[in-house]
């Protein structure tokens, strides 16, 4: 099991950048894929970015290529999203998600572990 905790939102005007980092206890966080996740008002869950358990497999999702960067150390069991060039349309509450074996990357319920999220405000 893996506890997770989100951390870097705020609030930045549009063109600006966040890192949000997320956080994961124990000591087998080099087992698990991690994705992140938004959720905007009024909206369902949305796929935003994917890496793989080595960092050798990332994708994302199209309307965050090009300016959001997903990585991880798993010596500090800690994944990051680098988001730039944000825009009004990327406010949400960010989650960070882990999963030992996924096959429908972008699907929710793939994930079985979640953090509580973190919001990301940005303003036009």
């Known amino acids: 099991q893996v506890q997770l905790v989100e951390s870097g939102g705020g609030l930045v005007q549009a063109g600006g950048s966040l890192r949000l980092s997320c956080a994961a206890s124990?000591?087998?966080?080099?087992?698990?894929?991690m994705a992140w996740f938004r959720q905007a008002p009024g909206k369902e869950r949305e796929f935003v970015a994917v890496i793989s358990r080595s960092g050798g497999f990332i994708y994302y999702t199209d309307s965050v290529k090009g300016r959001f960067t997903i990585s991880r150390d798993n010596a500090k069991s800690t994944v990051y999203l680098q988001m730039n060039s944000l825009k009004p349309e990327d406010t949400a509450v960010y989650c960070c998600?882990?999963?030992?074996?996924?096959?429908?990357?972008?699907?929710?319920?793939?994930?079985?572990?979640w953090g509580q999220g973190t919001q990301v405000t940005v303003s036009s």
């Open positions: 124990g000591r087998t966080f080099s087992t698990y894929s």
């Open positions: 998600a882990a999963a030992n074996v996924v096959v429908g990357i972008t699907t929710p319920s793939e994930y079985a572990y």
